[in-house]
């Protein structure tokens, strides 16, 4: 079932400028998305740097006031911060950043990173407190002697699962995970994801994970958006996105996942050049005259491209092998 549904969202920010400084023009960040989600599942939202991924992640928690579109959680808005506290969902729907260093404060010890959710929603006693921080470390694979100690005192990766405690203390269904890996070496990465994975059966979570790369994603999600220009140009499973891409930005980002193997090195470079080349060339099927990508429409049942004609898809299918 879906709890969590998003109609029509638009962020769009002004950009001002000049002698009065008046508002110039506006920057279209998230210009019209919608969609669901369902409890337990993995939602990868991806996309090139400046795509609007994270001012999606900041509307769905309430950082950014949507400039159209609602949000409902179990039917009901969320607009307001008033309904947010009343429904708990401030406290249901979670973020997490790829900069955990600059979003935990650094004069804070662990315990009181920690802490301050739980103090700011509930009321506990001094040892209730404890005892669930204690809990918290365990669940994310941290001695509780991490409790005294301070941010900087921590690898990368371990200041993310001291994000992840902050970011579970209160139960929630969602988590917005924006980036989460990005800055951790490949090896720490893995590490990382496969324990989100394991507190999403013990939480029955929902992520919504943002990244720029498709290939981090590959394992984690169960249904995938892909955005450019603030807008969804494909969504689909797993199988969809990967084994059969059909936009020309989403075959751009698969090809761009970094080839491990250096054998296959070469042939993921001649990919890359063809994969620009048909980009050129099929511009006009996938973008109107002013570079929007269209509405997304249904090719199967899990399937959506953003497209004008969908004729125009047996084309693009059959022109690459
Ligand atoms: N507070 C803001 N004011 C003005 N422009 C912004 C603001 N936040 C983001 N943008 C712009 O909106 C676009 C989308 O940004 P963002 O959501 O951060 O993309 P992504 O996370 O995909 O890199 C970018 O062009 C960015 O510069
Ligand atoms: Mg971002």
Known sequence: MSFLEVNDLKVHFPVRGGFFNTIQDYVYAVDGVSFKID???????????GSGKTTIGKAIVGLEKPTAGEILYYGQLVNKKRLRKKLGYNKEVQMIFQDVLSSLDPRKRIRDIIAEPIRNHEKLTKEE?????????????MPSDALFK????FSGGQRQRIGVARAVALNPKLIVA???VSALDLSVQA????????????????????SHDLGVVKHMCDYIYIMHRGRFVEAGTREDIYNNPQHIYTKRLI??????DAENREEARIKRIKVEQEYSEKESIFYDENGKV????????THYVAIKNKEDLGYVENSIA
């Open 150 to 153: 301070y941010p900087h005192e």
């Open 178 to 180: 924006d980036e989460p």
């Open 294 to 301: 269209f509405d997304l429409v249904p090719i199967s049942d």
């Open 191 to 210: 590490q990382i994801l496969n324990f989100l994975k394991k507190i999403q059966k013990d939480f029955n979570l929902s992520y919504i994970f943002i």
């Open 39 to 49: 409890e337990g599942k993995t939602y990868g939202l991806i996309g090139e740097s």
């Open 129 to 141: 407190e404890m005892k669930r921080i204690l809990t918290l470390l365990d669940i994310v694979g």
């Open 255 to 260: 090809a761009a996942i970094p080839e491990v």
